[in-house]
């Protein structure tokens, strides 16, 4: 039960921000499939190993793979699916702590948190990036005109 809601709930977070973004409305269903898909990626791993920078690097890689599929399938660009798929990853929650703390005098806290948010925004680059990168190599193989 509790991953159903997990996968209704970032389906919708995910459809909310690609209308949000003015993705085309014959795109939001499958926008919000490709959050909903890395959101159980993350979920997973997050449940089962306990490593959130780990869950996310793996989860930005599976959204931004089922984006270039999608884009080549429906002719239309990556950043239409990878940019709202990446929302439900964005660790909005734990920058507003570390900022939180800050105002409060509460450095020791606030760098730790700090340092997880920076963490966790560069294991969701990164997973884009390792996967930009495999998608070019693959083309890169499968072209016919070597």
Not at 35 to 54: N, P, Q, R, T
Not at 120 to 126: D, K, R, T, V, Y
């Amino acid at each position: 039960m509790e991953i159903l809601e997990q996968l209704i709930t970032s389906f919708l977070a995910t459809a909310g921000f690609g209308i949000l973004f003015n993705a085309p409305r014959n795109m939001l269903g499958k926008c919000g499939i490709v959050g909903m898909a890395g959101w159980l990626v993350y979920f997973l791993i997050e449940k089962y190993i306990s490593d959130s920078v780990s869950a996310t690097l793996a989860a930005a890689f599976v959204v931004a793979v089922i984006s270039h599929m999608l884009a080549k399938k429906n002719r239309t660009p990556v950043i239409i699916f990878s940019v709202s798929g990446i929302i439900p990853l964005v660790p909005g929650g734990i920058s507003y702590d570390a900022m939180r703390h800050f105002v409060e005098i509460d450095y020791s806290t606030a760098l730790s948190l700090a340092g997880k948010a920076f963490l966790l925004s560069g294991a969701i680059a990164m997973g884009l990036v390792f996967s930009e990168v495999l998608n070019h190599i693959w083309r890169h193989i499968t072209s016919p005109d070597k």
